[in-house]
């Protein structure tokens, strides 16, 4: 019973044997990892380390790795990304982003092509600006682009923009194409009939038949933000950073929405927290994409109804 193994030296070492014991069911083992990780004993870096070729604990290794502040930990994670589950991949990004010394390795793998440049999302970019560091600002903007424009590079952006959307362009889109875009990029923040991350607004019931509408939230994110979806910024005490709207609060406890799950931090392990007026979404989204994307995308966004995904 894992239950009895919190606070005692011998019940932890026998935890341990569980978490690496080849033979042993991997739910117990999941168990005896999460287990160590709350404990943090003494050999845990060495414990998620070895634990990282395995299938379904290398994730939980991963979170257990986060706690380490040591840039050869971020290099290890970034240049054997490629090998853990799809499914697994935005978790194990949630901690490259979590502090500069991890950033910085994954912007080398995703500068080198090794890392998916589509994985590091909007969410991703807005937490890497989060640490106000300069050399890493700039290492973002050269595999991500500029994050931050003028408000007359934004009416510039939506004007060129709506110039090429005209209803006849719109009618030629693919619509299902535009759904795989929102998909890859989009839907690790917000819903869509039902389906998608929760750091930002639903756009279900969103005013999005609106083309103007739609380019000025896409170009300009942070125009207007809602309270409840306001980046939160949390320093903790050993380090790490971070960002994602604070879903609730209690006097011992604040949980905060990430893009993989929500995480519930004792206030005394915050160092400091800052709520800014802007949203997680960065400026400059659409410049990442090709004409075609930006068409296909808003036209799925305006449609009233789901379409089906492209055919494989």
């Known amino acids: 019973d894992l239950g009895a193994v919190f606070g005692d030296g011998r019940a932890l070492d026998e935890v341990r044997r569980v978490a690496l014991d080849g033979k042993a069911d991997m739910a117990m083992r999941e168990a005896a990892l999460r ?4 404990n943090k004993p003494p050999d845990l870096r060495q414990v ?3 634990l990282l070729g395995a299938r379904i604990l290398n994730a939980t290794a991963v979170r257990g790795l986060a706690l380490f502040d040591d ?3 971020g290099q290890s994670l970034a240049a054997t990304y490629g090998k853990f589950y799809p499914a697994e991949r935005p978790a194990v990004m949630d901690t490259l982003v979590s502090r500069p010394s991890f950033a910085g390795p994954l912007l080398d793998e995703v500068a080198r092509g090794k890392i998916p440049r589509a994985d590091l999302t909007a969410f991703h970019a807005r937490q890497i600006l989060a640490f106000k560091d300069d050399p890493l600002t700039k290492q973002l903007r050269e595999v991500w682009g500029d994050v931050r424009e003028s408000a007359a590079d934004k009416r510039a952006l939506i004007a060129r923009l709506k110039s090429g959307l005209t209803p006849e362009v719109l009618a030629q889109a693919d619509r299902s194409q535009g759904r795989l875009v929102f998909q890859n990029v989009c839907a690790a923040c917000h819903t869509l009939y039902g389906q998608g991350g929760k750091v930002g607004p639903d756009l279900t019931g969103s005013g ?4 103007d509408y739609l380019l000025e939230n896409l170009a300009d994110p942070s125009a207007e933000v809602a309270a409840d979806y306001r980046m939160t910024i949390l320093t903790l005490a050993d380090g790490r950073v971070l960002s994602g ?7 011992r406890t604040v949980t905060l929405r990430l893009l993989t799950e929500e995480t519930v931090l004792e206030r005394s392990a915050i160092a400091k927290e800052e709520t800014l007026p802007i949203s997680l979404m960065p400026e400059g989204l659409l410049l990442a994409f090709s004409p075609t994307q930006v068409r296909d995308l808003l036209a799925y966004l305006m449609h009233p109804v789901q379409v089906p995904l492209p055919a494989p």
């Open 208 to 211: 999005r038949a609106n083309l």
């Open 245 to 251: 709207v604070v879903a609730s609060r209690s006097e």
């Open 35 to 38: 287990t160590l990780i709350d």
């Open 48 to 50: 998620c380390e070895s």
């Open 71 to 73: 840039v050869k930990i």
